[in-house]
């Protein structure tokens, strides 16, 4: 990282952006060219859990690469300043890389679909229609790095 006083060396305060975050973008290669897509997710125990249909473009390029990047914000401010080049943003971030294991058990699949409805606020009991847990794949990316940056106050 060039900015060492950007860099955030707190594990809990990364592992508290990658659970808080609402979006996470993932990065592919496809066939030499850069694919990023914006997916809700849930982020547990080193694992990022996306919900996905069987088939579509970041499917078929799995199939062909499961190296992803990822990238979350956590927060982020515009602070206007006196003149356009004194504008500045107070943020939070994430990037880091890993694998994709492709899922379609059943109970992992649930597993997962619970932990990503409950980040977004779903209560009580879930139940999933079987016919459309049929349907979807679980994405488990397993984190191997990740890398964080902030500015801005954050004391």
Not at 4 to 27: A, F, H, P, Q
Not at 77 to 85: K, V
Not at 100 to 123: H, P
């Amino acid at each position: 990282m060039r900015r060492i006083d950007k860099e955030i060396t707190d594990e809990n305060v990364i592992n508290d952006m990658m659970t808080k975050s609402r979006i996470c973008r993932l990065g592919f290669v496809d066939n030499g060219e850069a694919y990023i897509v914006p997916v809700n997710f849930a982020y547990s125990e080193g694992v990022i859990y996306v919900h996905s249909a069987h088939s579509g473009k970041k499917m078929d390029i799995l199939k062909q690469n499961k190296r992803v990047s990822f990238e979350i914000e956590y927060y982020t401010e515009i602070i206007e300043g006196e003149r356009p080049c004194d504008w500045t943003v107070k943020y939070r971030s994430a990037m880091g890389k890993g694998s994709v294991i492709i899922e379609n058990d059943a109970t992992a699949k649930k597993a997962g679909l619970d932990l990503i409805m409950r980040k977004y606020g779903a209560k009580g009991e879930l139940v999933y229609d079987e016919a459309v847990l049929a349907r979807m794949t679980l994405l488990k990316l397993t984190v191997e790095s990740v890398a964080g940056k902030q500015s801005g106050d954050w004391e």
